[in-house]
């Protein structure tokens, strides 16, 4: 293991299941709020939002930070 991943909290954890984790603590409504995303917003479901994510770095990077705070809570 490499020195910068023994302090990342996300290390291990896969998009799909931080994406659970959040929607099952925030719902798909709430998580829309947080991340104003359509995939979040329209028919949202883990599949295509696991798509969208995996494309599109800023819209990632909002999720794992929102996971990150609800981590430290």
Known sequence: MSPTQINNPLHGKTLEAIL???EAH???EQ???HV???CFKKDPSIKSSL???RKTDWARKKVEELYLQLMTR
């Open 51 to 53: 798509v969208f994510l």
């Open 20 to 22: 659970k984790e959040l």
């Open 26 to 28: 925030y719902g798909w």
């Open 36 to 38: 104003p995303i359509n």
């Open 31 to 33: 998580l829309a709020l």
